[in-house]
């Protein structure tokens, strides 16, 4: 049995910043892989792809992550220009990928789902309400928020939220996207909304204000660890969500695996590509 599956396309990003440009793999399923394989865990990654583009999961192989391939027409690629201060990219699609297909899911058997969905087209509802039928599973909403048009990305509410959201038992989202699913300012009031609507776990992360995390009727506040230096921001969030998870799924209480993620992802800050330090780096940054 896995410990955790996660199941997302995986892209072909170009990263854009004022001094450089780099062309890198990308993706919730790429971050979150690549992070979790540094865990005495295991782990799947199902994700669609180009035939042609099949060579960008080999190093993750290498390091002996499982990843099974679905069938794609094209592999989504993104373009994320940067400012200065490293926020709010200005965000391109050049292709995006086939949805995943019912047909084309293997059997799974593992204690955690992830799903990180890029594009609202990827993760039909339908697949969804399968996997939610033998799985524990944990969501990152980014991707059900973005519609494409004219190659940008443009964030609106998930038509499907009230038949999905009572199925998702974890659930993350920025400040951003919380507002745009929940139609509230405050972070407490849109994880109330998002409980109500059936979510065991609401994690919303707050960027330098740190990140707030609502279960069974408690607020846990979590500090927010400043980066030695800020690099590259992309990833972040799902780097967060896999030192959360992997802190859950052993067992750790909320609050613990919230700060672990926290300080985790600060440190995937200061460099390009996914974090890809061991648990002691982490445990470290914690005690400083």
Not at 150 to 159: E, L, S
Not at 239 to 261: C, H, K, N, S, W
């Amino acid at each position: 049995m896995y410990d955790i599956c996660t199941i997302g396309p995986i892209s072909n990003d170009t990263i854009i910043n004022a001094d450089t440009t780099r062309c890198l793999p990308g993706g919730t399923a790429y971050y979150v892989a690549n992070a979790l394989q540094q865990f005495p865990l295991r782990q799947q990654v199902i994700t669609v792809l180009e035939a042609s583009d099949h060579a960008l999961v080999e190093p993750m192989r290498v390091a002996g992550i499982d990843v099974h391939i679905l069938p794609s027409h094209h592999t989504v690629s993104f373009e994320n220009k940067y400012s200065a201060d490293q926020s709010d990219p200005e965000q391109r699609v050049r292709h995006q990928s086939s949805p995943f297909s019912l047909e084309h899911m293997p059997a799974l058997t593992t204690k955690l789902v992830h799903l990180g969905p890029l594009l609202s087209q990827d993760i039909p509802l339908a697949l969804l309400e399968t996997l939610a039928q033998t799985n524990r599973i944990s969501l990152d909403i980014q991707g059900y928020l973005r519609d494409v048009r004219n190659h940008k990305v443009v964030y609106r509410d998930w038509a499907a939220k009230k038949q999905a959201l009572p199925l998702v038992n974890i659930l993350k989202a920025n400040e951003m996207e919380m507002g745009v699913l929940t139609g509230q300012k405050s972070p407490r009031e849109g994880a109330l909304y998002l409980a109500d609507m059936g979510v065991e776990e609401v994690v919303i992360t707050l960027g330098k204000k740190g990140s707030l995390v609502y279960s069974n009727g408690t607020f846990h506040t979590v500090r927010a660890f400043s980066p030695t230096a800020v690099v590259d921001t992309t990833g972040c969030g799902d780097t967060y969500m896999a030192g959360y998870l992997a802190q859950r799924v052993q067992g750790v209480d909320i609050p613990q695996a919230a700060e672990f993620g926290a300080a985790m992802a600060s440190l995937k800050v200061s460099t390009f590509g996914p974090f890809c330090g061991p648990p002691e780096m982490v445990e470290s940054r914690l005690n400083e």
